[in-house]
Each structure stands twice: as structure tokens, then as C-alpha cells.
């Protein structure tokens, strides 16, 4: 029982797993109709599933996404990029755009989402290239997109809101026919699995825990920390361009001034809630994961609970200090030491006991 | 090398020339740019940069940033971040003047009630970032959350300040001798300069001064180099970060009086992306997100260089919004560059390309 406890307290996905676990707890005892799901038919009548539990996944599904590319950056680089939503408005224009030149068909569909991973990957590349190379500090280099970033994403649209409707679209932002779960959380989950495939199969996941940790171990081990830091980057950029395509879809128009506005403060608040440390080194993907529907439900909960939508952020704000009061190193260390004293005072009652 | 003695007596007539420092350096080059881009703009565009008011608006217009970029300076140099300055103005501006309509406040207590938003939220952000070692960035996250949540909670409607004293106190205008503009007419319009410029001057020499002159000022310099040297120096880590964060608070709160003052009206849009723009403010200005390097007169230049540019790029005809934040963005990846690039040079080897005044000391010495 102690070491069961020890091993939780220690695991990294220890408090967000917590925290999670009272959001849900607080729901129930509120209304405990909360996490039902109904069946339901849908506008273009299909059956599908409805209820909190599924728009929580549904809704975290682009933050959760752009998480994993964050995940990454973080561990690799010992800082967070703030320019992801940014290039996602410049994804997303580069997605619509292809698609209003041509006849929305799968293989054009493929090839917007392809191109707008590209471009994605260039730009995040940009910033890869500056924090790699030139050694500037995350958060500076993507300063410059995150303020340009949205004014790009202006310039390919021509300064107007272009809409793009399709069943297809609707099928990728929505439901697919047949099937009663959301595509976003069918994505989401196809991309984890590959971004685990990834990790498991290749040293990726170890490397670029490697060079946060230590950038000269790293070198001095033959793995060098810029190719590393690029990957990061690239791999973000494609994060970037999936979350900014679903987004584009779920609402049919994109618009470069509120396509994922603040999402990167919500990512990054997602990496953090997740246990991963903002300085770099060791992470865990699921945490992030998890913290992005932990932020998520929040908000869902906050909500139903009829708070106005531009109150949401100080209530949102309250919860987070107190996660991260709980998960910060000092508060942790003086949990762990007063647990310590109360156990061993026990275990010597109880040695006293038997020697009595 | 030279003894001791001989140093003393000739300390005056032969003070042997030091390399200049980065901080020195990084705070010339932005000095220059924004001097360089001024006369260029006046000698091409001519018209309203050749207008003193249209120079003394950058600062009408800017005081808070500049203000609140002070703040930001300090927390930088201890290795910090903040970016709940313009979440913090919002809520200034939104409380004062629900207070002053609604409350029958009085100017005094709406002053107060400024300094008191900021110190609360520096008190909020100095415990749990010195103390209980969070990570700044999170903190100050949650702290602009909490405040551009609290303004909406405060008041959803933007408001506007009908208060008699206090617009008594928003008029008021202080006149240039001397500088002023021939209008259509023909009648001279001297250059007045609003109540809040003076209050972002004497900011920026008050923290200039502790930043320079004081002991918490140099401590502050040595946590952000290298806060673990610091620590075996004896100095006391936490309470220079706790206080850092407790003066940008506070700088954080007078920046939303004087936003107030400036726009008399309280509005949950208000400093929209003032955070960001403290951020480039003081990375144009020489300030290192590492720590340990900066300087808040550079800060202050730095402001007036991206709000230069701003009126650079309206000036010569690209009215459209997109254009000034793609040139906000060129600019910031120029100095970016070329910090990253003088610092790198400075530090490495490539120092014969350096002239000499440029070569740090350290590798003067040795080489001598």
C-alpha cells in the first residue's frame, strides 16, 4: 500500500489525474445527469452521440493536438513556442485557399492538407531554425510570428473571411455518416497512437529528453541537439497544421483574427498542467494530453454552471493557481516530508508494539 | 598590468579604456536605430514627423506601456517573465472608473485603489514565483486570465469616466516652451505633453536609478546571471525575485492610471497585446530573456523604436493593419538577429573582426 502510494505521488501524471478526478467528482455531486450521453439525430441526420463528456473531447481535440507539438518543443528546447495559433490561422488560410481554387473532392482535400502541413512545417521551421541555430530563446523567436503570424494568414486570404461548405468538410469537422463519435476525437486519438508509434519505435522520445536535459551530454553522445530541435519544430508544425485544419471544418470559414485565438496559452498551460516542467528535459505526452481536457472541462463545467463566457477566464485562472500551487516542487516537498513524519511515526508505534 | 598605486594616481588622467559591456552595447545599438529611423523619416516623409506634437504623441500615446515595460525590465533581468501587464491595465482602468461613477469615489481613493490592483497581483505572482518556485510563465498567465476575467466580471459594458475631478485631472496638459506648430490658420499651437508622460519619465529614471545605483538593482543583475553564483554570494535569491515581481505589480497598476487618464474609459479590450508588446518593447531594447543583461533606458527606446515604425509604415501608405504587425514582426527578427549574432561573436572566437572597443576585457587580458 505505501509503495503504491509512493509510486503515485511520484508519477508525473499524479496531480493531473487528480485534478481531472475532482472535476469529475464536482460535476457528478452538481448534477449527476453531467456525464451522461444520449443518442441523438443530428441536422443531416445521422445518429450520433451527445452529451458534456463528448463536446469536452471533442472541443479539447485541437488544443490537445497541438499539445503533443508543444510537448516536444518544450523538452527539446527549455522553452514554449507562442506563435502555434498563429500558424494555425496560417494553415488553415493555405487549407481554405486550395480548396475555393478547385472542386472539393478526398483527393484535393489531401492535397490542401497536405500543403498546409508543409507550409506549417516551413514556418515552424522558421522558428526551429532561429531557436536551433542562432540559440535565441523560444519564446523571443516565435514573438516575431506570433505577431506577424495572423497578418500572413490575412495576406493569403486577401483580407476577407472566405467560407468553404461540402459534405465532406462537414464529415471531417463533424460526423462521418455511420459513425456516432465526433472525427476530431477520431483524429486526435489516430494521432496520438501514431505520434506513440513514433516515440516507441524510434529513440526520438529519449533523444530529445536527452539534449533538454543536457545539450553537451547529448553532443558528446553523437546526437546533435540542432537536428533534434528541428524535428521538434517540424513535428509541431504538423500538429499545427492538423488542429487548424479540423478547426477550419468544424465551423466552414476561417477567420485569421479569432481561428484559435488565445489556443496558445491554452496549450501551453495544458503542458504544464500535465506535469511536464516548462524548463525542459523529461516529459510524458498523455500528461499534456490530459491537461488539455482537463482545461477543457473546466470550461465545459464553468459553463453549464452558467458563468458568462468572458468570466470564464478568472474562474479558469483560480483553478489553474491552485493545480499548479499543488504540483510546484516546494509545496510537493513539504507534502511528501509531513507524509514521511506521520508514516514513520507509525511504523515505529508499530515496532515498538511488537517489541512490547 | 598596472599596481595598485599607480592606478590611484592616474586613475584620473589614464583610466584604462574598458570594453564596453553587452548590456551598454545592446542599449546603443537601439538608441541609434531609433534616432537613425527618426531622421530618416523626417528627411523622407517630412510633414508629421517634422510636427514636435507628433513626437511628444509617441509618448502621449505610450506612457502605459512604457510603464509597464519598466516593470517587465526588472522581472527580465532577474530571469523572469511577466506577461499579465496588459490583463493588470484592463482591470486599473475598468475598476477606477466603476468606483469613481458608481461608488461616488474620489480621485485619491481611485489612485489607491490602482496601486492596490498592482500590488495585489505583484504580491500574487512574487509568492508563487520566488517562493513557491513555479514557473513564472504560468503564474503571470494565470494572473492575466484572472484579470481580463475580472474586468468582464466587474463590468461587462465599457464604461466611461464622467467623474468632475478626475477629468479635471485627465485635461491637464503640460506645455513645451518653445516647441510648437504653426496651424492651418497661423496660429501657434505649442506642444503639450499629457499628466502621464511625466509619470512614465520619472519611472523610468526611478528604476534606472535602483537598477543602477542600489543594492537590490545589482542584485537583481546577478540572480538573472547566474542565480546560483548568486545564492553561494549570499545573496538572498527568493526575496530579490519576490520583490522584482512585486515592483512590476505595482508599475503594473500605475501603467493602467495612466492608460485611464489617457483614454478616460474602461474597457475589456483595453492594452489588448500590451504584454506582447512590453516583451518586444524590451527585447529591442537590449533586454535578454536569459537575465543578467538590460537596461530600462534601452526599454524605453525600445518602445518608442516599435511605435516608430508603426507610424513609419502609415506614413508611407500601407494604411492597412496587416502591414504594421508583419514590419512589427521584420523588426523584432532584425534586432533578434542581431543580438544573437553580436552576442555570439562576443562570446566565441571571431574577435579580430571586432574592433577593439567591442572585444570583451577577458579575452583582452589574455591574449595581451
Known amino acids: ?90 494553415a488553415g488560410s493555405v487549407f481554405v485557399s486550395v480548396l475555393r481554387s478547385n472542386e472539393i473532392t478526398i483527393p484535393v482535400i489531401l492535397l490542401a492538407f497536405f500543403l498546409s502541413c508543409v507550409v506549417a512545417a516551413l514556418f515552424s521551421l522558421f522558428n526551429g531554425v532561429l531557436v536551433a541555430v542562432f ?44 459513425i456516432p463519435i465526433p472525427t476530431p476525437i477520431i483524429i486526435m486519438v489516430v494521432f496520438l ?27 558528446m553522445n553523437g546526437i546533435s541537439p540542432v537536428r533534434i530541435k528541428l524535428i521538434a519544430f517540424i513535428i509541431s508544425g504538423v500538429c499545427v497544421a492538423t488542429a487548424g485544419c479540423i478547426t477550419v471544418c468544424r465551423i466552414g470559414l476561417i477567420n485569421h483574427e479569432t481561428l484559435l485565438l488565445d489556443a496558445e496559452m491554452d496549450v501551453i498551460l495544458s503542458v504544464a498542467i500535465g506535469g511536464n516542467a516548462l524548463s525542459g528535459g523529461k516529459f510524458n505526452i498523455y500528461g499534456s494530453v490530459i491537461g488539455a481536457y482537463i482545461i477543457q472541462a473546466l470550461t465545459v463545467t464553468l459553463y453549464a454552471m452558467k458563468v458568462p463566457s468572458a468570466a470564464v477566464k478568472a474562474y479558469k485562472a483560480i483553478v489553474i493557481i491552485v493545480i499548479v500551487v499543488f504540483s510546484s516542487p516546494v509545496v510537493k ?24 | 598590468m ?86 493588470v491595465t484592463a482591470l486599473v482602468t475598468m475598476a477606477c472608473v466603476v468606483y469613481l461613477e458608481d461608488h461616488g469615489g474620489t480621485v485619491a481613493g481611485s489612485i489607491f485603489m490602482a496601486l492596490g490592483i498592482g500590488l495585489f497581483f505583484g504580491l500574487l505572482h ?49 506645455t ?31 528604476v534606472a536609478i535602483i537598477l543602477k545605483w542600489t543594492r537590490f538593482g545589482r542584485n537583481l543583475y546577478a540572480v538573472g546571471g547566474n542565480s546560483h553564483s548568486a545564492l553561494t554570494l549570499g545573496i538572498n535569491v527568493k526575496r530579490t525575485k519576490f520583490y522584482a515581481y512585486l515592483f512590476a505589480g505595482i508599475l503594473s497598476g500605475i501603467g493602467g492610471y495612466v492608460y485611464l487618464l489617457h483614454t478616460g474609459a474602461g474597457d475589456a479590450a483595453n492594452a489588448t497585446q500590451a504584454e506582447m508588446q512590453a516583451i518586444a518593447s524590451n527585447i529591442i531594447g537590449g533586454t535578454l530573456l536569459t537575465g543578467g543583461v538590460g537596461n530600462v533606458i534601452g526599454t524605453l527606446f525600445g518602445t518608442l523604436s516599435l511605435k516608430t515604425i508603426t507610424n513609419i509604415v502609415i506614413a508611407s501608405g500601407l494604411t492597412k493593419p496587416y502591414y504594421q504587425s508583419i514590419t512589427t514582426g521584420l523588426m523584432l527578427c532584425f534586432f533578434i538577429l542581431l543580438q544573437s549574432v553580436i552576442l555570439a561573436v562576443r562570446e566565441k572566437g571571431a574577435i579580430e573582426l571586432l574592433p577593439e572597443w567591442l572585444r570583451p576585457g577577458k579575452k583582452d587580458k589574455g591574449q595581451g
Open chain 1, 1 to 90: 500500500m505505501g509503495s503504491l502510494f509512493k509510486k503515485l505521488t511520484r508519477s508525473q501524471l499524479a496531480i493531473p489525474l487528480f485534478a481531472l478526478f475532482l472535476i469529475v467528482i464536482f460535476n457528478l455531486i452538481r448534477d449527476p445527469e453531467f456525464f451522461s450521453i444520449a443518442i441523438a439525430t443530428n441536422n443531416d441526420g445521422n445518429t450520433v452521440l451527445t452529451g458534456n463528456l463528448i463536446s469536452i473531447f471533442n472541443g479539447a481535440s485541437a488544443v490537445a493536438i497541438l499539445s503533443i507539438g508543444m510537448t516536444l518543443i518544450t523538452s527539446s528546447c527549455k522553452g514554449q513556442d507562442i506563435s502555434v495559433a498563429a500558424m494555425a490561422a496560417i
Open chain 1, 135 to 178: 540559440k535565441i530563446q523560444p519564446m523571443i523567436a516565435t514573438l516575431i510570428l506570433f505577431s506577424a503570424g495572423r497578418s500572413i494568414a490575412y495576406w493569403i486570404n486577401g483580407g476577407a473571411t472566405p467560407t468553404v461548405s461540402s459534405p465532406l468538410l462537414t464529415s471531417i469537422g463533424g460526423f462521418i455518416p455511420g
Open chain 1, 193 to 219: 497512437i501514431l505520434i506513440t508509434i513514433v516515440l516507441r519505435l524510434t529513440n526520438l522520445g529519449l533523444y530529445t529528453q536527452v539534449v533538454g536535459i543536457s545539450e553537451r551530454t547529448a553532443h
Open chain 1, 333 to 356: 516537498d513539504f507534502v511528501f516530508r509531513t507524509y514521511k513524519k506521520l508514516f514513520k511515526k507509525q511504523a515505529e508505534k508499530e515496532v515498538q508494539a511488537k517489541a512490547a
Open chain 2, 2 to 87: 598596472k599596481k595598485g598605486k599607480d592606478l590611484l594616481t592616474e586613475k584620473r588622467r589614464k583610466k584604462p579604456r574598458e570594453a564596453i559591456s553587452n548590456t551598454n552595447l545592446l542599449m546603443t545599438i537601439t538608441i541609434c536605430t531609433f534616432i537613425g529611423m527618426y531622421m530618416i523619416a523626417m528627411f523622407v516623409w517630412g510633414g508629421g514627423f517634422l510636427n514636435p506634437q507628433q513626437f511628444l504623441d509617441l509618448f502621449n500615446n505610450n506612457a502605459f506601456l512604457i510603464i509597464i515595460a519598466c516593470g517587465l525590465t526588472m522581472i527580465m533581468i532577474s530571469g523572469g517573465i511577466d506577461i499579465s501587464g496588459g490583463g
Open chain 2, 126 to 174: 512574487g509568492i508563487l514565483v520566488a517562493y513557491l518556485e513555479i514557473q513564472p510563465f504560468i503564474v503571470t498567465l494565470a494572473g492575466m486570465f484572472f484579470a481580463r476575467g475580472m474586468v468582464t466580471i466587474v463590468s461587462i459594458a465599457p464604461r466611461t469616466a464622467s467623474h468632475e475631478a478626475f477629468l479635471n485631472l485627465k485635461q491637464m496638459r503640460i
Open chain 2, 176 to 206: 513645451i516652451p518653445g516647441l510648437g506648430y504653426y496651424g492651418k490658420t497661423g496660429i501657434f499651437i505649442p506642444a503639450q505633453i499629457e499628466l502621464g508622460v511625466v509619470i512614465a519619465l520619472i519611472v523610468v529614471i526611478a
